[in-house]
């Protein structure tokens, strides 16, 4: 069944590395996967929400970065350690954009980071959640284009990032629910609270 599953995986990154790879991927995907693009965008991001949220948004800008710690611990401090797995650049010759970094791959510590936030956000905001799970989607993709994860590798961060955002958004509703956050979020505002 493992091998199966592992073969299939193959075929579909050899598919989205190698024959879906065109000069618009090749330009566009090594951006959008560029560490200091997300750390400059997630920044700004949670700047605007201080700078025009005011105090009551501190919370949400703290967890938030909770989130993201967890999912960027959970990845390369404990599984990819455990699981082992080489990336596809070390092993094969691929369709390379970047550099092929640290030797393991599973999970995707850009997938879970970038569905982590999704989530957390997209729970919170939810008009925005398509856009956040869509933009977040495409960062996971762009991991198999420039050659350094397998599809298996994105699935696993996103469902890491999924649960890990969930949580900590259902950790922080239940905090304000018990009047623990002061001043409270305006969870309420948002749709994501519930009536008090």
């Not at 330009?27 to 991001?45: A, E, H, K, S, Y």
């Not at 949220?53 to 703290?62: H, K, L, S, T």
């Not at 980071?113 to 957390?120: D, I, P």
């Not at 198999?144 to 922080?172: E, K, S, T």
Request: hydrophobic fraction near 55%; charge should be positive.
């Amino acid at each position: 069944m493992l091998e199966w599953l592992l073969d299939i995986d193959h075929a579909v990154f050899g598919f989205v590395n190698k024959s879906l790879a065109n000069p618009v991927t090749d330009f566009i995907m090594p951006v959008i996967t560029n560490d200091w693009f997300l750390r400059v965008l997630f920044g700004l991001i949670l700047l605007a929400l201080l700078v025009f949220g005011g105090r009551r948004f501190i919370w949400i800008v703290a967890f938030s970065l909770v989130a993201v710690i967890l999912t960027d611990q959970s990845c390369n401090a404990l599984l990819k350690p455990l699981f082992g797995r080489i990336r596809p650049c070390r092993l094969m010759t691929v369709h390379l954009l970047v550099s092929c970094g640290p030797a393991f791959s599973f999970p995707s510590s850009h997938a879970a980071n970038l569905f982590g936030q999704a989530v957390f956000f997209g729970l919170l905001f939810k008009k925005y959640l398509p856009y956040s799970l869509g933009f977040a989607f495409l960062v996971g993709v762009s991991r198999v284009f420039v050659g350094v994860h397998y599809p298996l590798d994105v699935g696993g961060g996103i469902l890491l990032g999924g649960i890990i955002g969930a949580a900590v958004a259902g950790i922080m509703w239940n905090l304000d629910k018990m009047g623990r956050l002061r001043p409270a979020p305006p969870l309420e505002k948002t749709g994501a609270g519930a009536k008090r």
